[in-house]
C-alpha cells in the first residue's frame, strides 16, 4: 500500500513559478510510474505529467510542454512538480497518483483510473 501527500501549493501571479511536492510511504513507491494530473471546477481531471520508476523517459500533456517539469528522487520517496511561467488556465487541484500496473516498467499512461493510488490534492491558483 502507498500513501501520497502533495504539498507546495499556493496563489501565484502570471508569470510566476510553484514547485509542487508528493511524499509517498510504502516500499514499492520507487518501482511505480508517478504522476500529475490536475482538475478544475467543473472540469474533468486530467492529465499533466508522469515519470517512470527510473527516472524517465517522462511525458507532459501538450498545454503544459516546456513550461512544467517532472522528476523524482527514490531516496526521499518523493516526486516533485517544477511549474514555472504559470497561467491562469493552469488554476487547478493538483494530485499525485500512483501506478502500480506500471512497476519497473518504462509504461507511461495518461487515463486516471488506471492509477491506483491518490493523493489528497493541493489546490493552485494562478491569477492573471
Known amino acids: 500500500q502507498v500513501q501520497l501527500v502533495e504539498s507546495g501549493g499556493g496563489l501565484v501571479q502570471a508569470g510566476g513559478s510553484l514547485r509542487l511536492s508528493c511524499a509517498a510511504s510504502?516500499?514499492?513507491?520507487?518501482?511505480?510510474?508517478m504522476a500529475w494530473f490536475r482538475q478544475a471546477p467543473g472540469k474533468e481531471r486530467e492529465f499533466v505529467a508522469a515519470?517512470?520508476?527510473?527516472?524517465?523517459?517522462?511525458a507532459y500533456a501538450d498545454s503544459v510542454k516546456g513550461r512544467f517539469t517532472i522528476s523524482r528522487d527514490n531516496a526521499k520517496n518523493t516526486v516533485y512538480l517544477q511549474m514555472n511561467s504559470l497561467k491562469p488556465e493552469d488554476t487547478a487541484v493538483y494530485y499525485c497518483a500512483g501506478d502500480r500496473g506500471s512497476s519497473r516498467t518504462v509504461v507511461v499512461r495518461t487515463l486516471p483510473r488506471l492509477y491506483d493510488y491518490w493523493g489528497q490534492g493541493t489546490q493552485v491558483t494562478v491569477s492573471s
Open positions: 510504502g516500499r514499492s513507491f520507487s518501482s511505480y510510474t
Open positions: 515519470i517512470t520508476w527510473a527516472g524517465g523517459p517522462t
